[in-house]
């Protein structure tokens, strides 16, 4: 290399911004869990996260500094109200953080594999170690607490065995018998439950902390979704004899004070259903029931499309932050200003 740095690519531009407005978001939401927080192991799980959150912030900001790009606008104090009342409860906090710091480790998977500097990749890869800590140290907290909630159980396989008909990937024909559920199909069954009772609630918490009609109608309706997800994978899951997990006491307070901006609302809720339609695409592909995978083709149809009207928000009311892109040569080379020779 010759003491030459190596400029950063496309795709290292991409994580390093996405993991810069993500950071920025989860900042100003862990001030808010300090700031009413009362159980002294959930404050520290809570500090753990936000000095987590920082320490990735300020490590790209400093990238994006020596590489002279623009810092993205992001989010900041003036996002939060740190003087309003509670709106969560512990549970619910502890139970917010072990969810998203799944979601986190998700994340900084993908951002490691696409990226080729050192510093880079070592950045992401103390990030999704620390991530996994937080993963850890706040699993241990449920799991004390008995508010972890685990999936079904089932009964330890006795023999190999191997798929002897096609009927094994069927699952549409509302006559026949379907086959019982895999453990594969179970565990993705299971997840999309728990992160759907994690979205219904910041859904309410969100619509009745929010000033705007239009801001509140687009929480109630991500709430609805929620709920009808939740439903359709229960109900699959009672059809094959197998109980719901029992979501443990994630409570929402009545406060109906504002504590978040609606730009910072908006965002997380799109971050949210990114995920979601991550997940269930994961989970169509890991399924081989074909009533399982047209349900959760289905239901990503659904989530694009209140994603769509998120994102309409956003740009209407100039939230929507737009990552770096590539020039439009076209338009460069009609626009640009002549000068005969």
């Known amino acids: 290399m010759n003491g030459k740095i190596i400029k950063i690519t496309s795709s290292e531009i991409a994580s390093l911004w ?3 407005l993500n950071n920025s978001m989860s900042i100003q939401f862990l001030n808010y869990f300090l700031s009413t927080v009362e159980d002294a192991e959930v404050k520290s799980i809570i500090e753990s ?11 790209i900001s400093e990238v994006f500094q020596q590489e002279n790009i623009p810092l993205p606008c992001g989010f900041s104090d003036s996002d939060v109200n740190l003087n309003a009342p509670r709106l969560f409860s512990d549970e619910f906090i502890i139970s917010y953080i072990n969810h998203m710091s799944k979601a986190g480790m998700l994340g900084y998977t993908g951002f490691l594999s696409m990226s080729a500097r050192k510093d880079i990749r070592k950045l992401f890869k103390n990030a999704l170690y620390e991530t996994s800590d937080l993963y850890d140290e706040s699993s241990e ?15 330890y396989p006795q023999q190999n065995d191997f798929v002897d008909s096609k009927k094994y990937l069927s699952g549409l024909n509302p006559f026949s018998n379907k086959r019982p559920l895999n453990a594969i199909e179970l565990s993705h069954l299971n997840i999309n439950i728990q992160n759907n009772l994690i979205g219904a609630k910041l859904s309410i918490a969100f619509a009745q902390s929010s000033p705007r009609k239009e801001v509140i109608k687009l929480m109630l309706q991500g709430k609805d ?43 997380h809720h799109g971050l949210l259903t990114a995920s979601g339609t991550g997940n269930y695409a994961t989970s169509a592909a890991a399924s081989q029931r074909s009533d399982l995978v047209l349900n959760y083709e289905r239901l990503s149809i659904e989530i694009a499309q209140y994603a769509k009207d998120l994102a309409y928000l956003m740009i209407q009311n100039e939230w929507l932050e737009q990552p770096p892109g590539t020039l439009d040569k076209v338009k460069l080379a009609q626009q640009k200003k002549t000068k005969l020779i």
């Open 225 to 267: 979704i929620s709920e009808k997800h939740l439903k359709i994978f229960s109900k699959v899951l009672l059809d094959n004899n197998t109980q719901s997990p029992i979501s443990s006491d994630v409570s929402v307070t009545n406060s109906t004070t504002q504590v978040f901006s609606d730009k910072i609302i908006l965002f």
């Open 141 to 155: 907290v449920l799991l004390n607490k008995g508010l972890y909630v685990r999936s079904p159980y089932i009964d």
């Open 18 to 20: 996405t993991a810069y």
């Open 49 to 59: 996260g936000r000095n987590l959150s920082i320490e990735v912030f300020n490590h």
